[in-house]
Structure formats: C-alpha cells, structure tokens
C-alpha cells in the first residue's frame, strides 16, 4: 500500500523499494548508499530523479516524509492507509503502532552546502559526457523560450555577421528545429546532403556559411511527425554525424521551449555560450526568463539577451511605435544580471530578405538593420571564452 502511494506521488520513473532498505532508479543501477550529511542521521542515498533522501532504518516513513515536503505540504495532517503522519517543528509521530519515532532535521548553512555538493554529485552520475564535435572550436546556441519571436532570423544573420566581421573565420550554422526547420528556406539552401569517405554528411554551402539542417533530409513540405526518441536519435545524428571540417564557431539555432532537445544538446556537447532573442511583449518575456534559467540550471552560459521586434518606424512620417511594448527585454535583463547584446526593429526590409533566401546582413549590409547584427556579433564574441588551441 505504501508503496504504491509512493510511487503515485512521487511518479513512474522513479521506484523507492523500502523493503530490504533498497532503493532503485531507471537512470542507473542500485543506489550506493553514502554517508550525507543531516540525512534523519542515518547512511542515506538520494535518488537520481528526485534527489530525495532514501534512508535505511525506518526507510517508509522517511521517504514518505520526503516525498510530501516535495509536494509543499509538510505541516498538515496526512491520512495513510489507517496510518497517521503528523508533522510539526521537523518532527513525526506514527500515531499507529506501540512506536514512536522523532526525527530532525535541522542543517546548518555548511551542511546544507555539503548536501546540496552531494546532490549534484549523485545527478551527475546519469548526465552523459560532453564530448565536442569534432574540428568545431565554439558552439553558440541561439534560443528563446517562445515561438514566433524572430529566433531563426537572428541565428542566421549572426552567422553571416560572424563571417562579415571576420573573414579569416570559419563559421557554421546548425538548425536543431526538428519539427519546423527554417535555415533551408532562409539561407536558400535546398538538397540532400552527401556522404563523405567516413560516412558522415557534409553540410549545404551559401554566402560562405557551413549549414545543415533536418530540413535537407526531408521534403519541405512533409511534416515531421516524430515521437521523443526519434527525435533525440536525429539530433545525436545532427551533432555527430555531420564533417564540419574546421570551424572556429558553430551557430546552433534552436528549437523554441526548455524540452528534450535543449536538454540532449546542452548536456552532450560543450557550449561557449547561449543567446536569448526575445520581443519586448511579456508574454514572450516570461518564457525567455525561463529559458535563461534553463541553460544556467545546465551550466550553460548565458551571453546576453537580444531584443528583436524592438520598435516599428513608420517609412512615411518616421513615428516610432513600441508595437510590443518598450524595453522589456532590458528589464529582465536587469533580473537575471544580464547584458543587451542589441535591439533589432520591426522592419519590412528584415521580413523580406529572410522569405527571399536573402539574409539582409549579406544583401543590405550598409543597412541599420544590418549594423544592428554586425553590432550583436562583435557583443557575442567579446563576451566568449578563450578558444582553445
């Protein structure tokens, strides 16, 4: 009965078996059972899903203690299968049984440190390796947490901005946007790719950048109608299959949200930093806030902030209108510690290069608009680590 209440609140993938005092997760083999700091007092191991503490001695009511602190209902009376939990102050009473049992837990500021160490420790252990892609120096991601908000227009025109700002550089483009793939279209790319010597596919070439895209591998028109493990074994096929050859940088264009494929590619490859393009308006603004986070909760760095759509000129009387809204990506900017890398505005001149396969970086490089990504890319390199040798 406990158990089976454990496993519905604490969900599917994650088993807590108390009898035999063991504890078992679906990401890696029979917990090991360490000493943890402040853990009831006794060994305790943590699971790699939901980082609670599992111990020993009493394990059911110490898991079931855990497991309804991670609900936020700790100091409430809960009803048990005729059993009673009871908490208040760090402790518990079992109200059922000749036996009482009082626990505490109470750590202080280094042994929460401590446990908090050991935490990440113990997740780590079911995170892949990052390995690098091979004869790419920098991987850039360029994300938003929204759709709609102008993602893969600045992914490509940072490309090309890279490319203009410094010739000697060698940059690449990669579209991980299983589901609606743009770079095709937008860098006026169409074809399979071909195979090189070693099997692996070599990237589609215009205006001097290096792309591939799942677009190239299916009719553009045809929709990708993929569940998640497909989709992640295209994506280890974008990341590892493709002969890059030599880059300096890697511009990697995102699919919009904080899922699966954020998650594999921030978590199997090295990446020297993330850019988060975002509206002003606040509905796009709460997602771009979580996609900030996301990438630190990965340990990805965040570069700065981009904000497209900024504002709209009127090409007759010049009148400045903030369609939506003024300087909202500068103020979370302000919330996370964040730079503005740059405002891109709403421009016709943008919208029409980018459905003619003609990005306006490379077509109206004397434009504003132009400038404004040449600007970011100079903010996006300035803010990189040190390539490595």
């Known amino acids: 009965m406990y158990a089976k209440t454990l496993r519905k609140h604490l969900g599917k993938r994650c088993k807590m078996y108390v009898a035999g005092y063991k504890h078992k997760c679906k990401l890696d083999s029979w917990a090991e059972e360490t000493q943890t700091a402040g853990c009831y007092g006794e060994e305790a191991a943590c699971c790699h899903v939901t980082s609670l503490p599992c111990v020993r001695r009493d394990g059911f009511l110490a898991v079931l203690r855990a497991a309804f602190r991670a609900m936020g209902t700790w100091q409430r009376l809960v009803h048990f299968g005729g059993a009673s939990l009871l908490g208040s102050g760090g402790a518990a009473a079992l109200l059922r049984g000749s036996r009482a049992l009082v626990c505490r837990r109470q750590l202080s500021g280094a042994d929460s440190e401590t446990l908090k160490e050991r935490r990440a420790q113990i997740m780590a252990r079911g995170l892949p390796k990052q390995k690098p892609i091979e004869g790419v120096k920098q991987v850039i991601v360029v994300a938003s947490g929204k759709g709609g908000v102008g993602k893969s227009t600045t992914a490509v025109n940072l490309a090309l901005a890279l490319a203009a700002n410094d010739s000697s550089k060698a940059i690449g483009l990669l579209d991980v946007d299983v589901y609606g793939p743009s770079i095709p279209k937008m860098m006026n790319l169409k074809g399979n790719p071909e195979l090189s010597q070693s099997n692996l596919m070599r990237p589609l070439l215009n205006y001097g950048i290096a792309c591939m895209s799942m677009g190239f591998l299916v009719e553009e028109t045809a929709p990708v109608v993929w569940r998640g493990l497909m989709v992640m074994s295209a994506i280890e096929k974008l990341l590892r299959q493709v002969d890059w050859g030599q880059l300096d940088y890697l511009v990697v264009d995102m699919p919009p949200g904080t899922g699966d494929v954020q998650l594999s590619v921030s978590q199997n490859i090295p990446i020297s930093g993330a850019v988060i393009v975002s509206t002003p308006q606040d509905i796009a603004l709460m997602d771009a806030h979580k996609g900030a986070e996301m990438f630190r909760k990965v340990h990805v760095p965040v570069l700065g902030l981009i904000q497209n759509m900024s504002v709209f000129q009127c090409p007759n009387c010049k009148h400045k209108t903030h369609i939506f809204g003024a300087d909202g990506a500068r103020k ?26 003609q990005p306006i970086v490379y077509s109206q490089p004397e434009s504003d608009e132009a400038k404004a990504y040449l600007q970011i890319a100079v903010e996006v390199v300035r803010r990189l680590p040190p390539s490595p040798a």
């Open 332 to 357: 979370l900017a302000q919330t996370l510690d964040l730079d503005v890398l740059g405002d891109i505005p709403l421009h016709l001149s943008i919208r029409e290069a980018s459905d003619t396969g």
